[in-house]
């Protein structure tokens, strides 16, 4: 009878966890951290606006950067509450039913991202192999058609998650271990079998980030051979300085997220301090090192955060 009325009873709050260990630290770490997140969200910002206002920059590579930038700043604001809540305020609950949808919003932006880059990666093949033919083959209606379908398979793949959740039963620990809601941290907090999250789970990362990382490196095989039919060695250069910025993004994004897999899957023995801190780089080292790649690549968004500093200084003179 017990664990019959056990299964009707959910918690109605979670409790999040900072960095295990360094919780007197957290009054340091709030300024820094504030910083982390104003990088992120005025650097995406400042891409955004660029890519609006520069006529010049209205081509299906930086369209492409664009959603990038957006699935970004979503990545940077679903962790802004519970990360400032933790550390500025030491504020560590989060309702049952916001967890889900925090859950729900940063797993999205996850997929949103990784497909992204799937569609840069296929923009460079374009470019590269079909420089004569680019424009015609990634006119603004594809772009448009491939940003909706990115958009469409995040939210359909990642829908059901949170209803997974919901079904189960929570009665016992309700201390997550991070500072915000993922799947797989939740999940394992149940009070029943967890089988069917897990391989809708396994199911969804396959056909998300599993396919495109696949996508991804059939693309550069195309571009390398490509590249290595050019007869001069200047040619060779220029073309794949056209990829390097993309590179650094799939590297910033997929190496977070290969660590935080393996250490899941096999590094239970590990420190908890070791999963929180590959958590957070997961979600924040993308948003902040993303617009500090392509500003350094794009004369545009440069002159542009050039410009903003600048008014901002008469600004203050004034």
Known sequence: MAATNHSFF????????????????????????GFIYA??????????????????????????LCMLA??????????????????????????????????????????????VLVAMAFD?????????????ILTSGV???????????????????PFLIKRLPFYRSNVLSHSFCLHQDVM???????RVNSLYGLIAVIF???SDSLSILLSYIFILRTVLAIASGEGR??????????ICAVLIFYVPLIGVSVIHRFGKHLSPLTHALMANAYLLVPPVLNPIVYTVKTKEIRRKIIQIFSQTKVTVES
């Not at 891409?47 to 206002?53: A, D, G, H, L, V």
């Not at 460079?124 to 015609?136: D, E, F, S």
Request: aromatic share 12%; charged share 10%; hydrophobic share 50%.
């Open 124 to 136: 460079r093949v374009v470019a590269i192999r079909n420089p004569l033919r680019y424009g015609t």
């Open 10 to 33: 959910q918690h109605l709050h979670f409790v999040l966890t900072g960095i295990p260990g360094l919780e007197r630290g957290y009054y340091w770490m709030a300024l820094p951290l």
């Open 208 to 210: 998300t980030k599993g």
């Open 70 to 115: 957006l699935a970004d700043l979503g990545l940077a604001l679903c962790t802004l509450p519970t990360m400032l809540g933790i550390f500025w305020f030491d504020y560590k609950l989060i309702a049952f039913d916001a967890c889900l949808v925090q859950m729900y919003f940063i797993h999205t932006f996850s997929a949103i991202e990784s497909g």
């Open 143 to 161: 772009v448009c058609r491939i940003g909706a379908a990115i958009l469409t398979r995040a939210v359909c793949v990642v829908f059901p998650v």
């Open 188 to 194: 394992r907090l149940a009070c029943a079998s967890t």
């Open 237 to 246: 250069l220029k073309a794949l300085n056209t990829c390097v910025s993309h």
């Open 39 to 64: 990088i992120a969200i005025l650097g995406n910002g400042i891409i955004i606006s660029t890519i609006k206002s520069e006529t010049s920059l209205h081509i299906p590579m930086y369209y492409f």
